[in-house]
């Protein structure tokens, strides 16, 4: 492609991104200081190239979805964000009182504020998170709260109702059995070792272990589920504002996938997604009438995908520059 068609291809996009409407030789003859001719000329090579289509109800064209990925791998460069989106942001990276899941939530929802488009995290806690300890904290009325650490600082508890007659005294020596035998297993690995070589010793030592026993177990459990399930969505009807959204089909059907768990988990990004990386069409598994821009992270034992997504006519150069502020926020080595 020559710079004259680059040139019209980048102007095509961006009018449409800006406008919603088709965009005519007429109205870049001046912008590109060439001929109405001339600019038709060129934009039929591009319709040729599968780059522009033509709108049925005008003589302007638009962007197709080769067009776009064209425009973002070459044309486009991501945009600064301004110092008031700044400050937004790092009110919450600085804010040390937010636990990680916390920031990364109000994060998502600021996300969705910025470009109104609907903004998910997809988050999990680290498979190499491992046990640091277990603490049992007796409250009134025969209930207990069950407290997990890992390695990593991740905190989790659990609330019983003790059955009548359970010794405290029984849990808090398991407790100090699970500490002195499973430090540093990874969490993963946690339940298992509890039914194999716990179960056994507290059986010999503890009157109620099958009480004490399911505890310890559906705490493990619990928490190794919770280690995976984090989906936080903001924005979901902004997506649904853009004008591309007039059919009340595709809108239910838009909406159904929103509130389908294995369509959600299709948006996740795969262990070699580095970087801020953009699906545009049919190169995403959700939508195929969608785009989806995407990052990573890894930090504090926490792992997972921020995704914004929009219709293809998106402002790529905002969301690629502020989902790349973010990606080099949270990827800040401690």
Known sequence: MNNRQENILKSIVESYIKTVKPVGSKSLCKKLNCSSATIRNEMAKLEEAGLLEKNHISSGRIPSEAGYKYYVEHL?????????????????????ELQLSDAINKCVEIISEMTNYTSIVLGKKSYDNKLQQVSIIPLKDNKIVALVCTDHGIVENKQFNLPNNTSINEIVKTCEIINKMLIGTPITKVAERLE???????????????????IFSKTFY???????????MSGKNLLLEAPEYNNLEEVKAI???????????????????????????GENDFDPNVTIIKTTFHRNGEDGTIAIIGPKRMEYAKVV????????E???EE
């Open 196 to 214: 194999y070589e716990i179960k056994p010793i507290i059986a010999e030592k503890i009157e109620q272990y099958e009480t004490v026993y399911n």
């Open 330 to 332: 949270l990827n800040k």
């Open 321 to 328: 520059g502020l989902l790349s502020y973010i990606n080099e």
């Open 222 to 232: 619990d928490f190794a589920h919770q280690m995976h399930d984090n989906v936080h």
């Open 76 to 96: 486009m460069k991501p945009k600064e964000l301004t110092g008031e989106d700044v400050l937004k942001l790092q009110t919450i990276f600085q804010n040390h």
């Open 255 to 281: 909406l159904s996938k929103f509130d389908d768990d294995d369509f959600i988990k299709k948006i996740e990004a795969s262990d070699t997604e580095e970087g801020v990386n953009v699906y545009i069409g």
